[in-house]
């Protein structure tokens, strides 16, 4: 049985983020000893190392929800659990996209700066006028 800074250790997740994920039911209640203390087992490990495999590769924690509850019932169709892999690859794709986006924005603005003075400064007066920007920055970190 594990204790829940070992566990924390060897998936590398924070102690508060076990907690955390418990207090969402992501992860099941552990068994605890007579003082209080929570213990793990192999399963809980497996379950917690797989939410955090899923978090690395972007998923939500509601797609993670879904997909450990196609997990825990290995008798159904694949599907939707290919659904969800599918919708994630498209919103890391749109990400890519705007990206890829702010990347060429960013090389033209700083092509475009003849490094004189900063009252001539390209990248400052770009920065200034955003009418000047090429991308929608509102949607990039989304």
């Known amino acids: 049985m594990l204790t829940i800074g ?3 250790k ?3 997740t924070k102690v508060q983020t076990v907690r955390y994920y418990e207090s969402i ?3 099941p209640e552990p068994d605890r000893t007579e003082g209080g203390q929570r213990r793990y087992g192999p399963a809980d490990l497996d379950r917690l ?5 899923g978090r690395q590769l ?3 924690l509601e797609a993670i929800r879904d997909l450990l509850d196609l997990a825990d019932n290995p008798a159904q169709s694949c599907a939707d659990a290919d659904s969800i892999a599918r919708q994630q690859l498209k919103q890391v794709e749109e990400r890519i ?8 924005e960013l090389k033209r ?5 003849g490094q004189h003075s900063v009252a001539q400064c390209r990248v400052l007066e770009v920065l200034r006028d955003h009418a000047e920007c090429l991308t929608d920055h509102a949607n990039i970190g989304a």
Not at 49 to 53: G, K, L, T
Not at 97 to 104: G, I, M
């Open 6 to 8: 070992t566990l924390a």
């Open 10 to 12: 060897r998936t590398g």
């Open 25 to 27: 039911g992501l992860l």
């Open 49 to 53: 190392a797989f939410v955090r495999h």
């Open 58 to 60: 972007g998923f939500s």
């Open 97 to 104: 996209a705007r990206l890829q986006a702010l990347q060429v």
């Open 109 to 113: 603005m700083i092509d475009d700066c």
